[in-house]
């Protein structure tokens, strides 16, 4: 039975704003002298330890567009999304052993950076324009509208959205004008937040499915019952479509390609996120190595429970509204939209939990929006700002630009997701983000792995890798089927439902990022053989000590075990 939002569950989302305003205020009190040291605000130098590291890095991540979108993508194609985040966790080991150690022996501040140090200005100017269009019009607008919807369904309805959208934005703009401090620690309550709401969700949406099939409160009856009643949600691999397959299915292999999207663009999709990537990156580059990789190595064995909180709820609105039940909550905002299954599960809390699982999401929003917000602060202000704008500003008037742009971008957030100026709603929430950012991740990957390990890369390769993984990205999920036809060597190409032909976006990444590099490799070689600008590796730079090394293969054991369990 549906409970609706009372006077408990404001008072304890409103002890959860209290208790992140009041740690924040303290963080930036007990720190304030710092604050006028652009490094201590955009970086938190030397300041986060290992937990703050790998919270803050999952906080960040683990936002609307997982909550709302992941478990929308976990209400259509099942398990099988969570290959994001479990591939992820392994992503998360390499950067962590070979990563790191060349971001923090560099002494960067910025991705940007590192790209000027390894190849030249043009490409560093170059990327921070890219990375700045893409954490405000797809990252920043994508957290805020999916974030607004959720919430605005789960207390009050369409009418609310916009109120609750500058909310959002407010709040956020709070906790990020304090810099990377008060954003680090405060994460740390955000993801304890995040955690207990969560896992208090999954647990009602299990106890609910277990009601639906007469088998009273046990959520383990739920669990094994949602297994049998949709047993297709709970396979990681989908196999090829054949001429027979209906629209649906094809659709799950459009978005999750089976095991051909472990070739390259899995892989890439998180190697661009979690290791060239400035919103996350940033948490471990003020911190020493040790340090910085405990913090990643724990933020990897986060991301293995991560579905439980983010998938799980959505397979269970599957089969509830398979069954006819949450008819009413899937079209909340006037038709059915997967998007709707967390906040569908939602309604059904009891009062108080709500409060707690309002705040949970809140938490969730706030820590990526406030994480998205600084990265585009420092990027502009460090690599735009200072280097080319005024490169004679004070430390002071650095961090008074880094705030001006924060308002900025958050403004900017706003009116793009007033009235979903960018098709947020019609794409899917998670697929939107992991598409679009995925034009121009096959070019920073291949240019980030080549700069690190490869000597004899140059400057002219990487402004060519970065321009053709675009291009090539662009061609591949618009224009390749019409020019070359549905089927090739290459890949299939299968109907959309909308009239047209897609090839799934990840092996258009990968296919991308394999050309890409392919030019890269051959522009280097008709180069100089001696690269000035090359790095020089030395082994013992990715030695992880005894307890880093239980971690790592602790993590690797159970990612196996899950694959064999739901391949």
Same mark, same amino acid.
Request: with cysteine; glycine share 8%; proline share 3%.
């Given at each position: ?57 999952? !906080?960040?991540? %683990? $936002?609307?567009?997982?909550?709302? *979108?992941? /478990?929308?993508?976990?209400?259509? #194609?099942?398990? +099988? =999304? ?65 974030? !607004?919807?959720? %919430? $605005?369904?789960?207390?009050?309805? *369409?009418? /609310?959205?916009?109120?609750?959208? #500058?909310?959002? +934005? =407010? ?397």
């Amino acid at each position: 039975m549906r409970n609706a939002f009372n006077t408990l569950d404001l008072a304890v989302f409103l002890f959860y704003l209290v208790v992140v305003s009041t740690y924040g205020f303290y963080v930036y009190r007990s720190k304030q002298k710092a604050q006028v040291d652009s490094k201590d605000y955009f970086l938190a130098e030397g300041s986060l330890t290992w937990w703050a590291i790998g919270a803050s890095m999952i !906080a960040s991540n %683990i $936002s609307a567009e997982q909550f709302i *979108g992941m /478990s929308g993508s976990g209400f259509t #194609v099942g398990v +099988a =999304v969570a290959a994001y985040e479990w591939v992820a966790a392994i992503v998360l080991i390499l950067v962590a052993v070979f990563f790191m150690p060349i971001y923090l022996r560099q002494k960067i501040y910025t991705m940007p950076q590192f790209l000027e140090q390894r190849y030249n200005s043009t490409l560093s100017l170059v990327m921070s324009i890219f990375w700045l269009f893409l954490y405000v019009l797809v990252n920043l607008t994508a957290i805020l509208y999916l974030g !607004a919807l959720a %919430i $605005s369904n789960l207390i009050g309805g *369409g009418e /609310s959205f916009h109120l609750i959208l #500058v909310a959002l +934005a =407010v709040f956020a703009l709070i906790i990020t004008l304090g810099g990377m401090k008060v954003v680090g620690y405060t994460d740390v309550i955000q993801v304890t937040v995040l955690l207990i709401g969560g896992l208090a969700t999954s647990y009602l949406a299990l106890t609910l499915v277990s009601q639906k099939f007469g088998l009273g409160n046990d959520v383990v009856a739920g669990f094994n019952a949602m297994m049998t009643d949709a047993n297709d949600h709970f396979h990681m691999m989908f196999e090829k479509p054949v001429p027979d397959s209906n629209q649906a299915y094809i659709n799950k292999y459009l978005a999750l390609p089976g095991l051909a999207m472990y070739a390259a663009g899995q892989w890439v999709a998180n190697l661009n996120y979690w290791g060239c990537n400035q919103y996350i990156t940033q948490r471990a580059l003020g911190a020493d190595l040790p340090t910085a990789r405990t913090g990643i190595l724990f933020a990897a064995f986060l991301k293995l429970i991560m579905p439980v909180i983010v998938m799980l709820p959505g397979i269970a609105a599957y089969v509830l509204h398979k069954n006819g039940s949450l008819q009413a909550e899937m079209a909340s905002t006037g038709a059915f939209n997967p998007d709707n299954a967390y906040s569908a599960i939602l309604t059904f809390l009891p009062n108080g939990l709500k409060g707690l699982s309002l705040a949970a999401l809140t938490a969730a929003i706030v820590a990526s929006l406030a994480g998205k917000a600084n990265s585009i602060s420092t990027i502009f202000t460090l690599d735009i700002y200072h280097r080319y704008l005024n490169k004679e500003a004070t430390e002071q008037k650095l961090v008074w630009v880094g705030r001006v742009t924060i308002f900025a971008a958050m403004f900017m957030a706003v009116l793009l997701t007033w009235k979903d100026l960018l098709g947020i709603s019609g794409e899917g929430g998670f697929q939107f983000i992991q598409k679009y950012t995925g034009f121009i991740s096959p070019g920073i990957v291949a240019v980030f792995l080549l700069g690190m390990f490869w000597k004899r890369t140059t400057g002219t390769a990487a402004v060519a890798g970065i321009l053709s993984g675009f291009i090539l990205s662009v061609f591949f999920n618009n224009y390749a089927p019409a020019v070359f036809g549905n089927e090739t060597f290459l890949y299939t190409a299968f109907p959309n439902g909308k009239g047209g032909y897609e090839i799934p976006f990840l092996i258009c990444m990968g296919w991308s990022f394999f050309f890409t590099v392919l030019l890269m490799v051959a522009l280097s070689l008709a180069g100089s053989a001696i690269n000035p600008k090359g790095l020089t590796l030395d082994a013992r730079m990715f030695r992880v000590a005894p307890r880093q090394l239980v971690l790592i293969v602790v993590i690797l054991l159970l990612i196996s075990a899950l694959y064999v369990k739901f391949w």
